[in-house]
């Protein structure tokens, strides 16, 4: 055997998985298939979900170091700009903060590798290895030096929104689970990079065609680094699902923000439009089959109240190293699966019900008169939108909290899992 555990795709799911079981004391392999830093499409905020799993990695999150800390979400629609700070919790820390991917992975990558992990970049996973039982005792990758075979008796697939390791296996996306799709542009902009708010827009405009309301919603996110990370989204739910075309609609979009964002001139854009796809609540199923546990975007695990994905990756994969660990310490066989049908049955306790409320609001708000009057009649008061938030974020604590926090736990224990 070539390592207890094959962690497959360094994203931060795969870097927290391997993290975590290298800190058990777990012989783990992880592999890249492309180089590190490395581009990754992403929005690149961390909510206080994120910034909760970063600090369990013992990552120095410190302005010194490059990070842009954020007070909370500043929200802007129906004609109306509110900003709310994130909630004060025994949970979770009170603030977030943005990176780009381009370092981010590479962070928590060597962060794995210091806590002894291995990692092997250009190693790009082509194949499941299967046993006679069909059973995952390995993996395929092709090198640079050609084919290579690893084997471990357990594998883990954090190879993001393609899943093409558990598509080998059979185990395709879901129809019938909520999808989204994002395009994201950096610009200069001195007048909004370093900006103590992320910013949601409920509402995106465009000033051609009489300031007509255009589909999906937007974010601007400040990266303190003299540029911002601009991107819309739009869900299944909406009748511009994939007919649109979005890198268009994005500069339709910042063609009606203010001028001295700088995000109307060409000139101030840093790269290219580029957008992926936001597999969520739970899109792809089982999370654990044959030997292989599904980690973040492999598993479909984006919220759907709000398209993050990094926070999602990074508990699962210390959920699925806990799990992992426990079950090596078994002998194989139905004792060790026993274990590790623990994987699944946990996510879904713990995400289940608040992703089922998740597709019905996607639902709803992909009709545009829904949200019109959602947007009309919520924004205007603040304690209305200081419970959107912690519902749309998940933050609350779970035993505890205030009168918000147990009417959100109560609907998420309430609603059937998905």
Known sequence: MDADVI????????????????????????????????????????????????????????????????????????????????????SFPNYGLTRTRMDFDDLLARQAVAAGAKLLVNNNVIAPVLDAADRVVGVTAKTPEGEVTYRAPLVIAADGVSGRFPLALGVAKREDRPMGVAVRRYYRSPAKHDDDYLESWLELRSREGGDKLLPGYGWIFGMGDGR?????????????????????????????????????????ADGPIMGAALPMGFNRTPHYTRGVLLVGDSGGMVNPFNGEGIAYAMESGALAAEIVTQALARPEGPDRERALQAYPQELKIRYGGYYRLGGMFVKLIGNPQVMKL?????????????????????????????????????????????
């Open 7 to 90: 962690v497959v795709g360094a994203g931060p799911g795969g870097s927290a998985t391997a993290y975590h079981l290298a800190k058990h004391g777990v012989n783990v392999l992880l592999l890249e298939k492309t180089e590190f830093p490395r581009e990754k499409v992403c929005g690149d905020g961390l909510t206080p979900r994120a910034v909760k799993q970063l600090i369990d990695m013992g990552v120095d999150v410190g302005p010194e170091q490059g990070w842009l800390h954020n007070k909370g979400l500043r929200v802007i629609g129906g004609g109306i700009r509110l900003e709310l700070d994130w909630p004060e919790l025994a």
């Open 228 to 268: 911002v990370n601009v991107g819309l989204g739009v869900l299944n739910s909406s009748v511009a699902y994939g007919k649109t075309n979005y890198r268009q609609l994005l500069i339709d979009w910042m063609g009606s923000t203010p001028e001295d964002w700088g995000m109307r001139d060409e000139a101030n």
């Open 374 to 418: 959602a947007t009309k009649h919520g924004m205007p008061h603040p304690t209305l939108m200081r419970f959107v938030l912690k519902l749309l974020a998940n933050l609350t604590d779970p035993r505890g909290g205030d009168a918000m926090d147990r009417i959100i736990n109560g609907l998420s224990r309430v609603a059937p899992a998905v």
